[in-house]
Structure formats: structure tokens, C-alpha cells
């Protein structure tokens, strides 16, 4: 049983891979490359300034390598070396407390077609991240999150 009251800080994700605002494009790339998630906050400082999604980074890699050949390739290495985090980066975050409900948090994905939001605290301090992945995991668990 799924309940919508339960916390945000109860089903986040807190081990989470981060870049810097400073950080070029090709660290985004490689970090993408080996793992499997889909959102990589950004965190200057302990406090969460942005987000890079893995559908907004390969429409960025795409829009540089029309053609796929060596050079190409090369060509689209180098921009990546060139370009920083924080000039591709989604800047207008919307972010959960830990405290906000999940019901909250559903409400903001349904809303805004959201697939990841940053958990930070009143300050913007990053505390983890919430996907719809997590909510998908509270409300199938075997047994119910809500019976366990």
C-alpha cells in the first residue's frame, strides 16, 4: 500500500554522484558513460545550484555530432573538454525537502513531466535525490513498504 503521507526522506536516494558548476562536460560524459543513472546534480559548496539530466546532456551530445565518424567524434570530444557544467546545466531547479511527502514529490513529477528532483533543506543544502525510479520502488516493494 502506497501512502501518499510517508517522507521524502524515507525513500531518496543519499548516495549520490555529484559534479561542480566548474566541472567540463566531459567528466558529465564519462560519468553517464559508466553509470546508470539519469540525473546528476550539480553541488558547489554543499549547496545544490543545478541538475543535468541524461536526456538533456545527449540531445546536447547529438546536436555536435551529426555525422559518425572519427572525426566527428573528435570534434565533439573537444567541445565537451570546452564546455563547462554550469553552461549546460538546468539553472531554474525546483528541488523537495526531505520532510515534503511523497504525494508532494508525485505531484511535482505528474506536473512538470519530472523524472528526478534534488532533496535539499531550507538552505539548499544537497541532502540526495528522489526519481520516479524511488517511488516506483516504495509502491511495488515485495513485501509493501507500507506492511514491511
Sequence with gaps: MFDKYEKVKTVMTTN??????HDTMDKVADLFASHHFHHLPVVDFGKVVGIISSTDFHMLENHFTLFNNKNAKDMNAAIMRSLLVKDVMIKQLVTVGPDDTLDFAA???????????PVADNKKNFLGIITMYDLMNYAYADPPAALA
Excluded: K
Design 16 to 21: 549520490v554522484t555529484t559534479v561542480q558548476s
Design 107 to 117: 505531484g511535482i513529477f505528474r506536473e512538470n513531466l519530472f523524472h528526478g528532483l
